[in-house]
């Protein structure tokens, strides 16, 4: 009997010895990943260039985005000018939809809900003449072709930063939504702007 119990102790701390001995070699456990800061992923850093041609980083804000089948709406929250009085320094605040598309998104719709610039640049061009000159040529454009478009003369630090932050906003779009498998984004139109007068 003291023998069969000596067996059974001596088996059980083989069985520990072996157990204990194996879970030394194994590596610890990893501990998790922090999480980024909530918000984080709606910072969208872009290169404000400001009147004299200094690039500077500085962050916009994605203060809303909606996926729907064929494109993204954002809002972006971002600073046009930086050398205005502290009275009227404000920031703007831009709708944009990017249409998906396989060989990179596409502008559908570029618009201001706020305009956080000057009321008038210093040769007199206002808001009005910038969107019906200037904005009109960011519909239907790719990154590369925003990089080839001209500046407004006479708002040229307004539509430069215009163009920077749709090619940050595209950049992003690109990434997150990018695929190759889809076909071409196709021109938008805008029927409701275009449509015939009822006769």
């Not at 001596?10 to 204990?20: E, Q």
């Not at 971002?78 to 998104?105: D, F, H, M, W």
């Not at 630090?157 to 595209?170: E, P, R, S, W």
């Not at 990434?175 to 498998?181: C, E, H, I, L």
Request: proline share 7%; net charge negative.
């Amino acid at each position: 009997m003291r023998k069969a119990r000596t067996h059974a102790a001596a088996l059980a701390l083989l069985t520990a010895g072996v157990l204990l001995g194996g879970c030394a070699g194994t590596p610890a456990a990893k501990a998790p990943a922090a999480a980024a800061p909530m918000g984080a992923d709606q910072i969208l850093p872009y290169v404000h260039i400001d009147g004299f041609g200094t690039p500077t980083d500085m962050a916009a804000w994605i203060s809303w985005e909606f996926e729907a089948l064929d494109f993204v709406k954002y809002q972006i929250d971002y600073t046009s000018c930086t050398c205005r009085p502290e009275s009227i320094n404000k920031r703007s605040l831009l709708y944009v939809e990017i249409a998906k598309g396989g060989t990179g998104g596409k502008t559908r719709k570029v618009w201001f809900d706020y305009w956080g610039d000057s009321p008038a640049m210093p040769d007199g061009t206002t808001r009005e003449e910038i969107e019906t000159n200037f904005m009109p040529k960011l519909v239907n454009q790719k990154a590369g072709g925003l990089e080839e478009l001209d500046a407004m003369s006479g708002a040229t630090v307004t539509t430069v930063n215009l163009k920077q932050i749709l090619g940050a906003l595209m950049a992003y779009h690109e990434a997150k939504y990018g695929n190759p498998a889809l076909p071409e984004a196709p021109d938008y139109v805008d029927a409701e702007s275009g449509a015939s007068p009822a006769e």
